[in-house]
């Protein structure tokens, strides 16, 4: 073998392993910030699954189906759990009131049909 050749594998070996690297180090770095957007995903979710079946939503319902949602991200032992409902329920309802997803009707939340 020729010592080009050993040089230009050892170069392209290093330069595998730096990108590799980054791209850990970028994931580990946006992992919170997936977390809860995965997180709000699903709590969305059960927010538009409990109004296929009712008229309405209130503040205290999504307290109660949102208690206890769990987000994980493949092949990561971290997780986000929502523990503070109160908290968790006026983020989630003004997000989706934002985007147009429900329209506030005194204490209800009424979904927006398109």
């Given amino acids: 073998m020729k010592i080009s050749t050993i040089i230009i594998g050892i170069l392209l070996f290093a330069i595998a392993t730096m990108i590799i690297y980054g791209w850990g180090m970028v994931k580990q770095r ?18 538009k699954k409990y109004l296929k079946k009712n008229e309405y939503i209130t503040k205290n319902d999504v307290e109660r189906i949102c208690g206890g949602l769990e987000a994980k991200m493949p092949f990561s032992s971290n997780r986000a759990v929502v523990k503070d409902t109160k908290s968790f329920a006026e983020q989630l309802l003004a997000y989706m009131e934002k985007t147009g997803q429900l329209k506030k009707d005194g204490a209800k939340y009424i979904q927006v049909k398109k």
């Fill in 30 to 47: 946006n992992q919170s910030g997936d977390l809860m957007r995965l997180l709000f995903s699903k709590g969305e979710s059960q927010v």
